[in-house]
């Protein structure tokens, strides 16, 4: 299960919808070893694409130097899909390198009649999907 701040959970959807119609990436970093997102790292698309997202390898080096420096990990990988429902693609399965990590999807699109957004998250492991039950939090 990912438990998440109301907080963040809003800025990752402000996120996404900013960035519409080009898909939003970012992460959300942790104390390494709790699972407990804290920091809120928005990236940029570098892509800059509808239907693609992709962080830029020097911004991506930047994050990860810091997260050594900090002693963090990335706890949450987001993205927004913004014309299908939040649920991985094959590209989104075969870049998933982070095992330990919730990936969270956002969908801009009104794909199921359920609001303007969809926030749901996923473990992916070797190609595996699962997806976990999201409990927002007002605090930790």
């Known amino acids: 299960m990912l438990t998440i701040t109301q907080a963040l959970h809003d800025q990752i959807v402000a996120h996404a919808r900013k960035d519409h119609p080009d898909e939003a ?41 810091d997260l050594d ?13 913004t014309a299908t429902e939040a649920y991985p693609s ?9 095992p330990g990590a919730h990936y969270v999807l ?16 996923f473990r992916i492991v070797e190609g595996e999907v699962t997806e976990e039950e999201v409990r927002v939090v007002q605090a930790y």
Do not use: K, W
């Not at 969908?107 to 969809?118: I, V, W």
């Open 25 to 65: 990436c970012g992460v959300v970093a942790g104390p390494a070893g709790t699972d407990r997102p804290e920091r809120f790292v928005p990236m940029l698309n570098a892509a800059r694409s509808p239907t693609f997202y992709e962080f830029d390898s020097a911004d991506l080096l930047r994050l990860y130097r």
């Open 69 to 81: 420096d900090r002693d963090e990990e990335p706890v949450v990988i987001y993205h927004s899909h």
């Open 90 to 98: 094959r590209t989104d399965i075969s870049y998933a390198n982070e």
């Open 106 to 121: 956002v969908s801009t699109a009104d794909t199921d009649d359920a609001g303007p957004f969809q926030f749901r998250s």
